[in-house]
């Protein structure tokens, strides 16, 4: 018997669940561990589908544990909190991103850079401190630390602010970190998709001037005209390149597909900022001299802790920012899924959990 099912506490869930590397999800019971003194359990509402959801389905990096449920994008509604919690009462709407523990010691977590603990717990396919193993929120309920959790502003779209849990601090956090978010800065974004259309939304809220790179010339009029971008450039017209050669203070790099750096490290002014939070497989090659010449920084970014994941969501509350989404039925994940390897989708998969979610599911 796993340590998951050792305790009288602990909570029955269901969801969907990839058994192999074929990455086919089908209903799945589990149980979760036991709801402590310092924990909140979630009601899913909603959960969106990333694209680090794609690989580990598919096992791209050779560390999925199967069964896996995947999902860190979560919205819910708290139904029940446990004795010692303060930030959270039953009826409020909690939000649960990638990480749902760390060590709490180090000098990452000390400084509120939970994202950055080489302890910490992802909230799936890892390892929970009972030693169960996590489920994500392709499922009906979720147990987390009060910690990792945050408080949802009833204002926001529901459908729309999960993504934000992921996708949303994926690009906030960069951006602030390096300033890169300050009125009247170029920021370059390349990738107009789930991350990429969000961090236009942010730096438009910035009143900065954004510059979307991409390789879709289909995408230019969406992004002109209904996103607000200044410019469109495609990266492989040559002569877009040349004019706008070291316009650029920074440049948030989201796509997750192999690509050349080269050419972006060319727009960006001196001592400007090349930062990457898309994976791709294969690692780009370095662009040495062009660095060193313009006193140039490529940088990457796993995300924010757990405070400024809140300011994010307060910030996106502010301005009336959520992602733009296209909200599923559970049973049409699978479908999704094979979209989304294809690109096929603007800009964010949500799964309409509570709605469409049945019990009954069978391992």
């Known amino acids: 018997m796993s340590k998951a099912l050792a305790g009288e506490g602990n909570t029955d869930a269901y969801g969907w669940a990839a058994r192999d590397s074929s990455g086919i999800l089908s209903p799945f019971n589990f149980i979760r561990r036991e709801a402590g003194g310092r924990d909140i359990t979630i009601k899913i ?30 919205v819910g509604q708290v139904i029940k909190v446990g004795r010692d919690v303060t930030k959270f009462k039953v009826g409020d709407i909690a939000g649960v991103g990638g990480i749902i523990g760390t060590c709490g010691s180090c000098s990452n977590c000390t400084q509120g850079l939970e994202s950055y603990c080489p302890k910490m717990m992802l909230t799936f396919n890892g390892h929970d401190h009972d030693g169960s193993i996590t489920y994500g929120g392709y499922s009906n309920n979720f147990v987390v630390d009060e910690h990792f959790a945050v408080m949802i502003p009833k204002t926001l779209p529901l459908h729309g602010t999960a993504p934000l849990l992921c996708a949303g601090i994926t690009v906030y956090s960069p951006m602030m970190h390096h300033g890169l978010c300050k009125p009247g800065q170029h920021l370059g974004v390349v990738g107009l998709g789930g991350l990429g259309h969000l961090a236009v939304k942010f730096a438009k809220a910035f009143n900065m001037k954004v510059t979307v790179i991409s390789t879709s010339p289909g995408k230019k009029k969406e992004a002109i005209e209904r996103l607000g971008v200044d410019a469109f450039l495609l990266i492989h017209e040559e002569q877009q390149l040349k004019d706008a050669m070291g316009t650029m203070d920074g440049i948030i790099d989201t796509v997750s597909a192999p690509h050349s750096v080269y050419p972006l490290v060319s727009l960006l002014k001196t001592s400007g900022n090349l930062v990457l939070v898309g994976v791709p497989i294969s690692s780009p090659e370095l662009p040495s001299m062009p660095l060193i010449m313009g006193r140039k920084t490529i940088s990457g970014s796993a995300g924010g802790g757990m405070k400024e994941t809140q300011e994010m969501i307060d910030f996106s509350a502010k301005h009336n920012i959520t992602a733009d989404v296209e909200v599923i039925p559970m049973n049409y994940v699978n479908t999704a899924i094979e979209r989304l390897g294809k690109n096929d989708v603007k800009y964010r998969f949500v799964i309409d959990v509570a709605n469409t979610l049945n019990s009954g599911a069978t391992n």
């Open 45 to 74: 509402l909603y959960c969106g589908i990333c694209h680090t959801d794609l690989h580990f389905l598919k096992n791209d990096h050779g560390i999925t544990i199967y069964p896996l449920v995947p999902g860190h994008e979560i």
